[in-house]
């Protein structure tokens, strides 16, 4: 026997009861020689077609001179395996010719799912095989012929696979592909299956169409308080409620973490859900997903189609000019090995003072210091001017900023406004804001009794209080008309540059 087998080798997938079709090219050398088709067995090669040995379901024609199709009608499961296709050459006597290897899959479609999902969101499918817990899974996309599969590699373990994370869990027996992010590219039809044996396998069809935009918001919240987060989703959906983690995945959160999970449906199509958190703390800090969670016969999936992140608002600094302020963030103790980075304002990525491999670094007014023990970076800024007052942000880096946590530094200047007038005096306070800053103003012994919340302007319930912003001059001023006894006291206004008001009634 002479082999060239290994010379063309294809790769053929049909499902049960359909028609396999595969060619095989020969020499022209060999177009009147009988055609020839073997397969393998586990320890020997079987000759299952050839002119003088027919099979009701396998039949072969030539199209072209050199080119012979092989058709294998109503496929069974048996039907899987390793095909040699040539033809017979007679000499001294019966000499083979192997010119294809052709490996035959056949594929066992147990369902179809249609699924819908938004761009810039996230995706997770659940695909459910029960019967075969331990075999190895997968999923495909079948415009490229499902030559792509993307899998695990290790079961029991998420890991990474292109845009997607796969968990192939043998407990349940069920395949978790969560799409980290949507893409209008995603869209198509996959298969998703489990190996069932070598050349067989069992899947449902999934056909994935991508639709409007996810959509965005952001949250904040004051450490060791309530927050409510809502989403809508269709009326007839479950809803699917998950935080992110670092490596992107987003799984449903325990219900310990929630204290309130409320609907409320206005129409008959839609529905406005609650999420409230009591107590935030700073592991509560970070991205959040929701959407509907949809049940099929084979299939679980899930559409996050809100993004909410939620930021934590630590408790305001509030120093004098030309002091020392120490901005302090704690963190959770598996990021204990990962550089930290303190930012003020928008914080771009240049905007970054970052602390690496050292436990601590100084530049010019500013010192960085990581407790590791007690899990606390420090940044101590000396020296205090108006300009160091704003919003600090704490990030953590990995292979993407985690930066959720911010405080504000209140600096309080040194120059005092000594106001004197008498009752039924109208007065004028001037107060230094940041435009983009909810704007100060309250009546306090120390500053720390109202910054918490910015008390705004807008909240005093008084008609004899009004205000005139200059924006451009970073300025605005507060009027009071029509001065009693009980106005007389300290004021502070402002924003983060806050000035302290002495008014003093005649």
Known sequence: ???????????????????????????????????????????????????????????????????????????????????????????????????????????????????????????????????????????????????????????????????????????????????????????????????????????????????????????????????????????????????????????????????????????????????????????DAGVYWCGAETRDTHLTFISLNTKIQLNLILAPVVRREGESAEIIFSYDSIYKSKSKSLCKGKCSTRDRNTLNEEKETKTDRLTLNDDVTARVFTGTITGLTAEDAGKYWCAVTLERDVNYLYTHLIVIMNEELNLTKYEGDDMSIQCKHHDEHQKLFCKAHEPSMCVKDGVSLETIRDDRFSFSDEASTGVFTVNITDLREEDSGIYWCGAHIITKANLQLL
Not at 33 to 50: A, C, H, L, Q, T
Not at 119 to 148: A, F, L, N, V, W
Not at 158 to 176: C, I, P, Q
Not at 201 to 226: I, K, W
Request: hydrophobic share 30%.
């Open 1 to 283: 026997m002479t082999d060239s087998c290994c010379k063309v080798s294809k790769r053929v997938m049909v499902n049960i009861g359909e028609t396999a079709t595969f060619s095989c090219e020969y020499s022209q050398n060999h177009i009147n020689d009988p055609k020839i088709i073997f397969k393998e067995g586990k320890d020997s090669i079987e000759m299952i077609y050839s002119t003088w040995k027919k099979e009701e379901r396998f039949s072969v024609s030539n199209n072209r001179h050199n080119l012979m199709t092989v058709r294998i009608s109503a496929v069974r499961p048996d039907d899987g395996g390793v095909y040699l296709c040539g033809v017979s050459i007679r000499e001294q006597s019966y000499n083979y010719f192997i010119i294809n290897t052709v490996h035959l899959h056949i594929g066992s479609k147990v369902g179809v799912s249609r699924v819908s999902g938004y761009s810039g969101g996230r995706m997770m499918i659940k695909c459910e095989h029960p019967q075969y817990k331990t075999k190895p899974k997968y999923i495909c996309k079948e415009s490229d012929g499902c030559s792509e599969r993307k899998n695990p590699g290790v079961q029991d373990e998420w890991m990474e696979n292109g845009d997607v994370s796969l968990y192939d869990d043998t407990r349940a027996g069920v395949l978790m592909v969560f799409f980290r992010e949507l893409k209008a590219a995603d869209a198509g039809t996959y298969r998703c299956g489990v190996n069932v044996s070598h050349y067989t396998e069992s899947f449902t069809e999934l056909q994935l169409n991508v639709t409007d935009d996810a959509m965005f918001v952001t949250e904040s919240a004051h450490l060791g308080e309530e927050v409510n987060i809502s989403c809508q989703i269709p009326e007839e959906h479950k809803v699917h409620f998950c935080k992110e983690d670092d490596n992107h995945i987003c799984q449903n959160i325990s219900t310990s973490t929630v204290t309130e999970m409320n609907g409320s449906s206005e129409r008959n199509e839609e529905r406005v859900f609650t999420v409230s958190i009591s107590n935030v703390s700073v592991r």
